[in-house]
């Protein structure tokens, strides 16, 4: 148990719809990160935060967003959802979210568009 | 962008055998670290180097850090059935983004 917590663990939704994810890290870690595995696109980084503030941005698109909340916990919020969004969702952890710090990873959040 | 290359894609070995993958880049990282994949599951951390030369052991398996800081290897010996699994490298740099290579899927036949 790595101490990250992402919920829904299993989510079937249709196109065009919209859904959140949410992710509580580990306890006392500041920086959240959420990462997309696909089939055909392995591990890709979506977008980091650390302490509430956006701090690095990957390969995430402009209909998805997302935010990290006084107390930590973070949210991705996915819309317009296309089938080629479906995907496993990880959000990951780390203490201050710098180079010398080691990213933990939730169990993720299965995501199915049909 | 930074690209991680990791090889090989993947392997078939013997119980018993032993194990190396590796990542390269044209970047250079501060941190490399490897992580195990179960299906269905989360990456789990197996090793994190933070400096360059760094040779670091987790049990079975031994990791080391590039001196050029654009490379690092995983070796797992003598492999067992339940090292089945996709093992990816990451390497961070300052900014603290992760960039991950594409996975070494590992099966172990008994």
């Known amino acids: 148990d790595s101490g990250v917590t992402q919920t829904p663990k299993h989510l079937i939704t249709a196109t065009g719809q919209r859904v959140t994810l949410r992710c509580s890290p580990r306890?006392?870690?500041?920086?959240v990160y959420w990462y997309q595995q696909s089939l055909d696109q392995g591990l890709q980084f979506l977008i980091q935060y650390y302490n509430g503030e956006e701090r690095a941005k990957g390969n995430i698109l402009e209909r998805f967003s997302a935010q990290q909340f006084p107390d930590l916990h973070s949210e991705l919020n996915l819309s317009s959802l296309e089938l080629g969004d479906s995907a496993l969702y990880f959000c990951?952890?780390?203490?201050?979210?710098?180079?010398?710090?080691?990213?933990?990873f939730g169990e993720g959040s299965w995501l199915t568009v049909v | 962008g930074q690209q991680l290359n990791q090889s090989p894609q993947s392997m078939f070995i013997q119980e018993g055998e032993d194990v190396s993958m590796n990542c390269t880049s044209s970047s250079i990282f501060n941190t490399w670290l490897w992580y195990k994949q179960d299906p269905g599951e989360g990456p789990v951390l197996l090793i994190a180097?933070?400096?360059?030369?760094e040779l670091t052991s987790n049990g079975r398996l031994t990791a080391q850090f590039g001196i050029t800081r654009k490379d690092s290897f995983l070796n797992i010996s003598a492999s067992i059935p339940s090292d089945v699994g996709i093992y990816f490298c990451a390497a961070n740099t300052n900014a603290g983004k992760s960039t991950f290579g594409d996975g070494t899927t590992l099966t172990v036949k008994p």
């Open positions: 990951a952890s780390s203490a201050t979210g710098l180079a010398g710090n080691t990213i933990y």
């Open positions: 180097l933070y400096k360059a030369g």
């Open positions: 306890s006392g870690d500041l920086s």
